[in-house]
């Protein structure tokens, strides 16, 4: 069976290390099986010597509208395999991965999407925190369980990619997005924890959770943008009421912004004690920062507003690639 690989870059030199664990993937099965493609969308030049130092085999296309999923989408036009897999360049992929995506639809036959789990490849604190919180969404999900998805550790059927494609409109939550329609057009999705990678997480806990009020946002703009797809996890339905509320209310708009600098003011403040040895008090404050971040990012929405990127909440420039 041919797959393919498709891994979207921006300005990340992880990407030879995570192409040289995709390598070692395909070398487990039958010379020939994997197409690796690695998207190039936008990268400055300083990323071009490590692009032209990947091994021949992997092609290299460009992307020039910047977002990861115009990228992805970009990639399909190129992959031929019956199998379809996505990761990230900040992750590295288990020698056993593409074995698992075939075991995972072998063991799945009336499965089309196969959400894999990711783990962290980093020991800090901080690493721990971030991993901690992504692990909650699984919690009690079972094998072949539907869950919503995350492109950086998906594995899809190409017949998939013969009614659909990602919606590149948007930078976040598009990987949420494409499992919901696709469940919604009669595709099944199901949790594959075999299906393996480990990532390096954020550096920073105010990146984090800028990226998870980003998050928040764009799945409120889904919710609001397509109220009848059937959510797995969270209440984003209830959370839509009550923003619609809260948006009628004088200063509201104020009143959030004010949040969001407390939110990140306190995350700044806690982020020495996360990457030292943090205690159940220092751990239970930015879980409920990290809460307290993907609300705001639902009750920031506002129907025609610019998709809020994290660089826009830092104020500073970051690649998307990097998370």
Known sequence: MQLSVIIPV???ARISRC???????????????????????????ELAPVLAGLPPSVEVLTEPIIGPFAARNRGLERATGAIVLFTDAACIVAPDWLTQAINGFAANDATDILQGYSGS???????????????????????????ECDTRNLAVRRSVFDRMRFNDRWRRV?????????????????????????????????LFLAK??????????????????????G????????????????????ALSGGLSLILTAGGLL?????????????????LLDKLAVLLGHFLYEAGADEPWPADILAQRLHWSRG
Not at 177 to 198: C, I, K, N, S
Not at 216 to 232: E, F, I, K, N, S
């Open 212 to 233: 998870q009020v980003s998050h928040g946002w764009g799945a409120q703009r889904l919710v609001r943008q397509m109220p009848d797809l059937r959510w797995h996890s």
């Open 235 to 254: 209440h984003p339905r209830e959370i839509a009421g009550l923003a619609s509320t809260l948006a009628k209310a004088p200063g509201s708009r104020l």
């Open 10 to 12: 921006r300005d990340d």
């Open 121 to 147: 490849m980093g020991r800090s604190s901080l690493d721990r925190f971030i991993q901690s919180r992504y692990d909650s969404r699984f919690r009690g999900q079972a094998p072949g369980m539907p869950v």
């Open 271 to 287: 982020a020495g004690r996360l990457r030292a040895s943090p205690n159940r008090l220092d751990l239970a404050s930015a879980t």
């Open 19 to 45: 192409v040289a664990s995709v390598c070692a993937a395909a070398a487990n099965l039958d010379k020939g099986k994997t197409q690796v493609i690695v998207v190039n969308n936008g990268s400055g030049p």
């Open 174 to 206: 598009g990987d949420t997005e494409f499992g919901l329609v696709a469940e919604q057009m009669g595709h099944r999705v199901a949790f594959w924890p075999a299906l393996r990678v480990v990532r390096e997480h954020d550096a920073g806990l105010c």
